[in-house]
């Protein structure tokens, strides 16, 4: 900018020199030399400072676009983290209200007629000790327990049990499909079952379910599969 500024001073300067010059008769050369030196440097002045202006913007947009980039990232930072917050608080609410209102009749209601391996999965993530305890309470024909009540076992017989007419067939284990042992009593005995058949079984729950060892279910209907 400086260097346009002194280019058009010098040919201002060197057209008075010019006109005076040429009243006085006096030599056109070096007047002209210097208009032309002036007009050299008021071009590169201003093509100078057009170029520092245009960098000077360039740099001032990239620096607004990293600020906005920025300010979006910590925007949507924050939000993510609002969301999560709001739907970890909300989920807890959900649990808490869910264990609040759960009662053993209820739980064991929604356990009617179900696999046993089943019933094993949910009674696990049972949390509540006092809901354990009254579904294990060995008391018939209440509707908090699930003692006596109808049970399904899918799996395979792997050992008949002496019974006292000796292996007739009415008392036997059976491994669930997840691996469960359940000792089967049944109603008559299946003389066509063995070792190894696949079964499907009927019958009342007549143990705990935090026995993880073996289970019992009596007065079972046994089919072969």
Known sequence: MLLGILGILLF?????????????????????????????????????STDAEENTE????????????ENDIVVEESAKEENNEIDTESKEKE??????????KE????????????????????????????VNEQAKDKE???FGKDIEITGTAIEFLEGSNG????S???????GNKVRISAKTPNEALDVGEKVEIKGSLASSLDNSDEYYVREAS????
Do not use: C, H
Not at 95 to 104: C, G, I, V, Y
Not at 127 to 132: G, L, M, P, Q, T
Not at 167 to 170: A, P, Q, V
Not at 222 to 225: D, G, L, N, S, T
């Open 222 to 225: 046994v089919y072969i599969k």
């Open 58 to 69: 360039s740099d001032t947009t990239i620096s607004e676009q990293v600020t906005t980039s």
């Open 167 to 170: 292996f007739d067939k009415s």
């Open 12 to 48: 201002l300067v060197s057209v008075v020199w010019l006109v005076v010059s040429l009243i006085s008769r006096k030599g056109a050369k070096k007047p002209l030399i210097s208009i032309v030196t002036g007009l050299v440097f008021f071009i590169i002045g201003i093509a100078t």
């Open 144 to 146: 908090t327990t699930m």
């Open 172 to 178: 036997f284990i059976v491994e669930t499909n997840d």
């Open 107 to 134: 739980w064991v209601k929604s356990q009617k007629n179900k696999n046993i391996d089943l019933v094993i999965k949910e009674y696990n993530l049972l949390k509540s000790e006092d809901i354990k305890n009254e």
């Open 95 to 104: 649990t808490a209200a869910t264990e609040k209102e759960l009662t053993a």
